[in-house]
């Protein structure tokens, strides 16, 4: 439903992908007489090395604002969920975590396969990386940002979580883009394993891990088994695009594995040296480039 949403977007906004399935090509008109009695234009030649770039993308360009918009009404929902005391200010901020960057990361899909496309994408997390520097060095005030990203509703706090999470993300779509595992395992990991090891530890995580007391059984294993099926799920939707192709026989042995680590990195009492938005994608980035390399 979502993947067939995504791709009629695109195909309006776009110009069509060959690999594109043919349902969703657009309609070809067939050329007027005039146009057909009229000679053809004749290409002109470049008169610099300027003149051969492609042109700007304006399917591109609207796909950053479909982007940006979304993420401003993102934020714009769960601060109001906060507000009206629906959510509590700890889930909204991890509900942020979870939904921004997968929805990010299924949105690579509208736009172009112009070499431009991925830093047009990065445009958002760059844009939502200058509002947490403005407003965690508090040059201006958000409250409805400080209040749905952050822990105490304090600003300074949006210059660590979230703006490493903003910055990985910048660093997946500029590096690995739709084209490679590992970046879509890697943001899956951040967002959908350890933001929901929180919803869960919190709730359910009674039986602390012998290794950290701040951690339990119930977060990791939560953590280990979402971020295994969000990696697949998300490796199924860019595959099935075809993107990368995957021999699933070897990919979900792979994926476990990157899982197992991302957990167990996740797991360790070292929050207050690395932040886990840093570690856990550092670590699958890493163990994916290994596994898929060998
Ligand atoms: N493996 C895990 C991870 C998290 N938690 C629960 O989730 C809370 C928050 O964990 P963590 O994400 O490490 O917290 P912070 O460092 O406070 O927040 P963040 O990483 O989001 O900045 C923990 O106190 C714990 O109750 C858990 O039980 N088991
Ligand atoms: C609370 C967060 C991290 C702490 O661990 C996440 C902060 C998220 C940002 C402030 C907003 C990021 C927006 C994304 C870059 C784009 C989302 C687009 C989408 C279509 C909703």
């Known amino acids: 439903m979502m993947t067939s949403r995504l791709l009629l977007l695109h195909s309006t906004l776009l110009p069509l992908h060959p690999r594109r399935p043919l349902l969703l090509r657009r309609p070809v008109s067939l050329p007027s007489l005039p146009n057909l009695l009229r000679p053809p234009p004749t290409p002109r030649r470049p008169c610099c090395s300027c003149c051969l770039a492609p042109p700007l993308s304006a399917g591109d360009a609207a796909a950053t604002l479909v982007v940006l918009a979304g993420a401003y009404s993102l934020v714009f929902t769960f601060d109001n969920l906060t507000q009206r005391n629906l959510i509590h200010q700890s889930l909204s901020r991890k509900l942020v975590h979870i939904l921004s960057g997968l929805l990010f990361m299924a949105s690579w899909p509208i736009f172009s396969d112009a070499s431009s496309a991925r830093y047009f994408a990065s445009f958002v997390p760059f844009v ?167």
């Open 128 to 294: 939502n990386c200058l509002r947490l520097l403005i407003h965690g060095l508090s040059l201006a005030t958000d409250d409805g940002l400080v209040k749905s990203v952050t822990r105490e509703g304090n600003p300074a706090e949006l210059l660590r979580g979230p703006l490493y999470y903003v910055l990985i993300l910048i660093f997946c779509a500029i590096v690995f883009w739709r084209d490679s595992p590992t970046g879509v395992i890697s943001v899956a990991m951040m967002c959908g394993g350890d933001g929901i090891a929180d919803i869960v530890g919190r709730r359910f995580g009674s039986w602390k891990l012998p290794h950290n007391p701040r951690k339990s059984w119930a977060g990791s294993i939560s953590m280990f088994l979402c971020g295994f099926l969000i990696s697949i799920g998300m490796l199924r939707y860019f595959s099935g695009m075809g993107y990368f192709e995957l021999d699933w026989s070897v990919s979900l042995g792979r994926v476990a594995l990157i899982s197992l680590f991302a957990t167990l990195v996740e797991s360790l009492p070292t929050n207050e040296l690395v932040d886990d938005n840093i570690s856990v994608p550092a670590v699958s980035i890493l163990l994916s480039l290994l596994t898929w390399s060998s």
